[in-house]
């Protein structure tokens, strides 16, 4: 049975690491403009361009990564005119159920109609049917422990220890002002943000870092990859709750320490190996940072006991999909 799975973005650990299990081929579609403006232009081409593999690869399982929303008015557009008979499934990330994604026309509409829409987490179904979603289609499927290459070739000149590892999307619920005053409280820790830094415009004040903060940008996969196997501990932190963070499952599949954010479901999923701190003070991230650098290898230990609890459940989860 041929399974495709799009996602609009230039990398997803999530849809790498269950691509095994489904047997899905995956295509990220990474073009992108810089600017905002150009936004409508850039969905355009990507729209042409997910038909184009929908008409090349005759799917009979159409998998959409969302948000964006617009890929799901491609995927019904295919089927509609195309082949009636093919299943979508949306894999919802959290953002689905927020603006601006959820006010598209016709966005709840459509994921009504889908056969399957999976969710990351209780508190996100339940989001989801308040808003109108079909509670039989929601169907909750927790990210996976992240499948990291672990290499060994590391270049351990390129930033200096103790060093803690924060990806970053750059979007309004990530506290990066207090990130910074936290780093300021901790001149003796690296932190490295990875990410698009311009995507910090008109969100975040940048202007003044401390020199103990460093921006390689976003990296390509084997380079994330061994950042991440060469942190002492990574930093995931959000101002909202219902929010999963990749970055925490990705620090769970290399098994390093973790500072979270010290919300319900980030306890909840990530109940080992871990300081949870107060997102938007300072003072505890500051505190947090340091307790898992001293109790780094407590905490890794910790860590790799949670890898084979959360594989048995995701295990148990993805089960009863098939």
Excluded at 175 to 201: M, N, S, W
Aim: with cysteine; glycine share 4%.
């Amino acid at each position: 049975m041929m399974q495709l799975f799009i996602a609009w973005v230039p990398f997803q650990r999530r849809s790498i690491s269950m691509k095994s299990y489904f047997g899905y081929e995956l295509q990220f579609l990474s073009f992108a403009f810089k600017s905002r403006f150009l936004r409508p232009l850039e969905y355009a081409f990507k729209a042409w361009k997910t038909l184009t593999l929908f008409l090349h690869q005759h799917p009979q399982v159409i998998w959409v990564q969302l948000p964006p929303s617009p890929i799901l008015h491609i995927a019904y557009f295919y089927k509609i005119f195309f082949d009636k008979t093919v299943r979508i499934i949306a894999d919802c990330h959290n953002a689905t159920f927020r603006s601006p994604w959820i006010k598209i026309p016709g966005i709840v509409t459509l994921l009504n109609r889908c056969d399957l829409i999976l969710i990351h987490n209780d508190l996100v179904k339940a989001q989801a049917v308040a808003i109108g979603v079909n509670s039989e289609k929601l169907y909750v499927l927790e990210d996976p422990p992240a499948l990291v290459e672990n290499n060994t070739k590391l270049n351990q000149q390129l930033f200096t220890h103790p060093l803690i590892l924060c990806p970053c999307s750059f979007n309004y619920d990530e506290p990066i002002q207090t990130v910074l005053d936290a780093a300021r409280l901790t001149p003796e820790i690296t932190y490295v943000l990875t990410g698009k830094v311009e995507r910090a415009k008109g969100i975040h004040d940048l202007s003044c870092i401390p020199t103990n903060i460093k921006f390689p940008g976003f990296l390509s996969q084997s380079e994330f990859d061994n950042l991440l196997c060469n942190a002492d501990a990574i930093l995931g932190l959000t101002k909202l709750d219902g929010i999963q963070l990749s970055v925490a499952n990705e620090a769970v599949g290399a098994a390093k320490p973790m500072i979270l954010a010290n919300t319900h479901i980030l306890k909840k999923l990530f109940y080992k190996g871990a300081i949870y701190v107060d997102a938007i003070d300072s003072n505890s991230i500051a505190q947090g940072c340091k307790e898992a650098l001293l109790r780094k290898n407590e905490l890794t230990q910790a860590v790799s006991e949670l890898i084979i609890e959360r594989q048995k459940r995701w295990l148990a989860q993805a089960e009863k999909l098939i």
